[in-house]
């Protein structure tokens, strides 16, 4: 149920969602300027910021699964804002690289980025999540008609585009599971299994499932009373 604050209608699940998001990135510039990221602070606040990102992208690919299996609707309440968060903790962390980093040195970047494939998957997911930011709005909606949707697909994509940066970041292969890869590959998994509740045919096998669960449970408690 949605209440009204400050003329906006919120759901309880999406206060939690702006709160959190907000604290984690004040809590973020906190520990940089205060000194409490380490030897390294800038590598440190990428990582951290990047860790965010890929953590709001996959809560965000989580809310329909959520909705579908479960019966969580006001999960699907909260899908935007997590979804936008995810683009700017994303945002974050490209800029904390280029311009924290690198000064915004366009020679050295551009070297960088040859170099270095983990970024151009970074940066492919970026312009993904950028897209759909700026298209999240219900003018867009409006405009694109049934393609909004399509369009709005693309998120898979950067589910599957976050976890490879993610890996390579870390210098691991996930595909022949090596180097330090525990965690890409949790996040992998976590991710595959979404988009693998997304298919049609599991989406409408979760439904019956559940719908089977809640008629034994309206069952049970008749008996009981």
């Known amino acids: ?23 984690l ?16 602070p800038i590598q440190a606040a990428t990582q951290r910021s990047g860790r965010y990102a890929i953590i709001y992208l996959i809560l965000s690919l989580s809310c329909t699964p959520l909705n579908t299996v479960f019966g969580f ?8 804002a997590l979804g936008l968060y995810a683009f700017m903790f994303a945002a974050t962390h490209l800029l904390i690289f ?21 970024i151009l998957v970074g940066l492919a997911t970026l312009t993904i999540l950028s897209t759909l930011a700026l298209t999240s709005f219900k003018w867009w909606m409006k405009r694109l008609g049934k393609n909004w949707k399509r369009l ?3 998120v898979y994509l950067a589910g599957v585009l976050v976890v490879i940066h993610y890996a ?26 979404l988009l693998f509740l997304r298919i049609p045919a599991v989406r409408k096998t979760a439904v019956q499932w559940r719908n089977r669960l809640q008629r034994r449970q309206t069952l049970r408690t008749i008996v009981q009373e």
């Open 1 to 23: 149920m949605k209440r009204k604050y400050f003329g906006i209608r919120l759901s309880p699940l999406q206060i939690v969602v702006h709160l959190v998001a907000w604290s």
């Open 152 to 154: 709005h697909k693309l």
């Open 168 to 193: 390579w970041a870390k210098k691991g292969d996930l595909f022949r599971l090596q180097g330090d890869i525990l965690w890409p590959l949790i996040a992998g998994i976590v991710v595959l299994t």
């Open 98 to 118: 280029t311009g924290v980093d690198f000064g915004f040195d366009w020679s050295l970047l551009k070297i960088e980025i040859l170099e270095k494939r983990y």
């Open 73 to 80: 609707r006001q999960a699907l309440t909260a899908r935007r």
């Open 25 to 40: 990135l004040a809590w973020l510039a906190w520990d940089y300027f205060s000194g409490n990221l380490g030897v390294n």
